[in-house]
C-alpha cells in the first residue's frame, strides 16, 4: 500500500524539472505523493512557484522568500513583491528564508538583514515560515527566538543539525522538516538518532528536490548523470524515519500529511 505523502519542500522552479515537469508530477502521484509544496527562494523562482502553484491548484502549493544565498539582493522593492505574491491563493508561507554561514554566497550582515525583513512579513501577513539554517544556529536562534512569539507556525526545513540545535528549536515550538540526509548511512548518521526526539506533532517530510538524492533510492537514480531528486523519491526518506522512530509506516504517513495539512493550511483533497 502506497500512503498519501504531501512534500513540503521540493523546487520543482529549478531548471532541470522544466524539459519532463509532467512526468515528474505523474511519477510523484505513483509514488502516493499526492501534494507539494514548491519552494520559492529567490524573486525568479518565486514567482515561478506561485505561477505552478496557480496552474495546479490543489495539487502545488508554493513559498515565497529569498534563500540567505541571495541576500545581497534584497530590497524593500523585492520585499513588497514578496508581500503581493504571499497573498495569492496558492502561496502557503514566507520562506526559504534564514542564515547560512557554510557557503556565505552573501555577506552575513545582509543574511540578517534579509531575515529579519522576511520575519517582519510573516508577522504581518500571520504566514507560516519555512527556513533555512547550516552552520549559523546561534545567530539564527537569537533572531527567530526575537520574533517567535509573534509567529505563527515555523519549520526549520531540511534539519541536518545537532540534537542541542533540535532541543532549541523544539524548545520554541518549531516544527522540524526531515530530508534524504536520514538516508544517508555517513553523513546522517547522527540523524538516525535526533529523529526519535521529534514530537510527532512537530514532524515533517520533504526531498529538498532536486538536491539530496537518498542513497537509497534505486540504483537507476544513483547512477544517471544528474542524480536528480524527485518528490518520487519521498517514500525512502519516510522509510528511514519510521525505521529510525520505530514506527509504522504507514502511521508515519499519516501523521506528516496531517501535520504539513495543518502546517499550511491546505485542505485535503476531494
Known sequence: MTPELIDIGANLAHESFAADFDAVLERAAAAGVSTLV????????AEHAAELAARHPGRLYATAGLHPHHASDWTPALGRRFRELALLPGVVSLGECGLDYFRDFSPRADQREAF????????DLGLPVFLHQRDAHADFFALLREYRGKLGAVVVHCFTDTAEALADYLAIDCHIGITGWICDERR?????????LIPDDRLLIETDAPYLLPRTAPKSAQKSAHRRNEPCYLPYVLDAIA????????????????NARRFFGIEARQ
Open 116 to 123: 529579519a525583513a522576511q520575519l517582519e512579513i510573516a508577522v
Open 243 to 258: 525505521d529510525a522512530r520505530g514506527q509504522d509506516r504507514i502511521e508515519l504517513a499519516q501523521l506528516t500529511t496531517r
Open 188 to 196: 546522517g548518521r547522527h540523524l538516525i538518532e535526533a529523529v526519535k
Open 38 to 45: 514548491v519552494t520559492g527562494s529567490s524573486a525568479e523562482s
